[in-house]
């Protein structure tokens, strides 16, 4: 009796007869309220619930971006093995976030935790709940740089760049963000 090899689309994920392929997902976290440092330890200890973590980068203090007048953020990029469907994972992460304090009372104000989905294997997910890729990773330096520490030569699915390259492209003046050394 042989093995049926055929897969077929689900989704944005895909079933190959009785189970399903894990796609690699890179996560941005970030913090600037209480501890920061613990709050992205907490938030990395909780990502076991969404997979198995297969990369982490460094940390990095970076300047707040869109609404400047807050405390800085502590950032780092994941990579994790997932099984999940990405409305699946969005639900949760939204989860983990709300489980450490995150409150959505003021857009991109302060906050313990930030969750972002960046990249979903090669997927490209555009509803109104959810896009994949993030629509301004490859604009923020406090995403590319821990991701290029990790992944610099991931592709863009859309954009068909690398991290590295989108790196490169940012103007010198774009947001600060420094590697992290706690005191």
């Known amino acids: 009796m042989g093995v049926e ?23 941005s976290l970030g913090s600037n309220l ?8 907490t938030a990395v200890e909780h ?3 969404l997979g198995a973590m297969v990369g982490r980068s460094s940390l990095y203090e970076t300047e707040p971006v ?5 405390p800085w953020f502590l950032n780092c990029v994941v990579a994790i093995e997932t099984e999940l469907m990405p409305r699946q994972l969005l639900a949760r992460i939204l989860a983990i976030e709300q489980r450490m304090g995150r409150r959505r009372t003021q857009p991109k104000g302060p906050r313990p935790i930030d969750i972002d989905i960046l990249l979903f294997g090669g997927s490209v997910v555009d509803t109104p709940a959810l896009s994949i890729p993030h629509p301004s990773m490859h604009e923020r330096r406090f995403v590319l740089e821990p991701l290029a520490e990790i992944a610099p030569d991931l592709r863009h699915p859309v954009f068909k760049k690398t991290v590295r390259e989108m790196l490169a ?7 600060a963000v420094r590697k992290w050394k706690p005191e």
């Open 47 to 49: 990502m076991g619930e």
């Open 34 to 41: 209480g501890d920061r440092a613990a709050n992205l330890k």
């Open 5 to 27: 090899r055929g897969t077929s689309s689900f989704g944005n994920a895909q079933i190959a007869k009785g189970f399903l392929v894990k796609k690699t997902v890179y996560l």
């Open 66 to 70: 869109e609404m400047e007048r807050q």
């Open 169 to 175: 492209a940012l103007s010198p003046k774009n947001d």
